[in-house]
């Protein structure tokens, strides 16, 4: 029988193992259209922390008892869809799972880049798209700008930093530790930032001795405030995530808000399917730096469906270096 995680009850704070439980699901004969997938890697990200909160927001909640979802890659084992026959490696959103039946028109094929299958989760899919049209797009960074990117060793964040070096930028990224501060820094990046080490305010300071042009904002709190200190004249932030809030919801202290009337700073929040859309620019742009071997990528894997809750909680304590992955 196949299995998959459900949510059992609404975590307050960080979620415990209890929250979460392996249930298992209908092996369903095919409807006409439907294709049977085989997961192999399935995808745990902090936004999936939010869709545990009974709340309105740009994705529905995660209802209780019911078969959690997310990003997932697999194999096509069984086709009524003539356009995915069997064989075919498809990317889809039913993740949490070790099988999945989704309409062969919405699962993706993987792009022919040349990179591993698991790559399509990390950074040649989902995080690196929102790295590219976030600093890109969202933040406006140009060559001469001197960026500033939190959670820089994550895999949205240690995108960004390669993307930002592709093109010229001066990089400055935070990272919690000394490991992850000589990783970020082998990526490309000026100068690190470890906000386990002390104060962010002063360290940001430090790095960034003539102010930052663009701040990447995945953590908020202390981070933002460090970037709304440095922000020299025009500065754009692009604000992507706040993982710092996501278990405990504590208020914002934005004590240099002010700072954006003067320095006439441009604040924007954006969501990466805002540019889904547009996904070619990003395949064609990161295959160039692909080629030219501008662009690492680490994963951190746990095996085995089992191991999904444990994968999940370990972003919220810096348990992934890259992209955090379960392979089934
Ligand atoms: P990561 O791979 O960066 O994993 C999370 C990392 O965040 C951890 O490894 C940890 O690294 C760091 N972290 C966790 N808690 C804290 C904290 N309290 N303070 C500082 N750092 C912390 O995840 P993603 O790359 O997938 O996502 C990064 C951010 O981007 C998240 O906020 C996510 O919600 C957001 N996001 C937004 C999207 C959008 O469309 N707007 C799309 C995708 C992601 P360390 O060891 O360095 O602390």
Redesign the pocket.
């Known amino acids: 029988m196949p299995r998959a995680w459900s949510l059992k009850s609404r975590p307050h704070g960080m979620p415990r193992g209890s929250d979460f439980a392996l249930v298992e699901i209908d092996s369903a004969p095919l409807g006409e259209g439907e294709v049977r997938i085989a997961n192999r890697w399935l995808s745990v ?3 999936m ?2 869709r545990m909160n009974d709340v309105k927001s740009y994705v529905p909640p995660f209802a209780l008892g019911e078969p959690m979802q997310g990003g997932a890659i697999g194999e096509v084992v069984e086709s009524r869809a003539a356009s995915v026959p069997v064989g075919t490696k498809v990317q889809h959103m039913l993740g949490w799972r070790d099988e999945a039946v989704v309409p062969g028109d919405q699962v993706q094929k993987l792009p022919d880049l040349g990179v591993p299958d698991e790559a399509f989760l ?1 950074q040649f899919g ?2 690196g ?3 590219y049209f ?1 600093l890109l797009e969202v933040a406006d960074a140009k060559a001469e700008d001197i960026v500033f990117v ?10 960004v930093v390669q993307i930002a070096k592709a093109k010229g930028m001066t990089v400055i990224g ?4 000394a490991d ?1 501060c000589a990783w970020v820094k082998s990526l490309g990046a000026d100068a690190v930032v470890d ?2 080490a002390g104060d962010v305010v002063r360290a940001l300071a430090e790095a960034a001795p003539k102010g930052i042009d663009v701040y990447f ?7 933002l405030d460090a970037a709304l200190l440095a922000a020299r004249m025009d500065a754009r932030f692009a ?9 405990d919801g504590k208020p914002q202290s934005l004590k240099y808000l002010a700072k954006v009337i003067g320095a006439r700073i441009a604040i924007k ?6 540019y889904m859309a547009r996904a070619a620019e990003f395949y064609r742009d990161m295959g160039g730096w692909l080629a030219e071997g501008k662009l690492q990528r680490e994963e951190t894997v746990h095996d085995g469906l089992d191991a999904m809750p444990d994968a999940f909680l ?11 992955l379960v392979r089934v």
């Open positions: 990200d902090p936004y922390r939010g990390g989902m995080p798209m929102t790295a976030g939190s959670a820089a060793a994550g895999a949205v964040g240690s995108t935070s990272a919690g530790g992850k906000y386990k904002d995945n953590v908020g709190g202390d981070h604000i992507c995530g706040m993982i710092d809030i996501y278990n929040g954006f969501i990466v399917s805002d370990g972003l919220f304590t810096g348990g992934n270096t890259g992209k955090m």
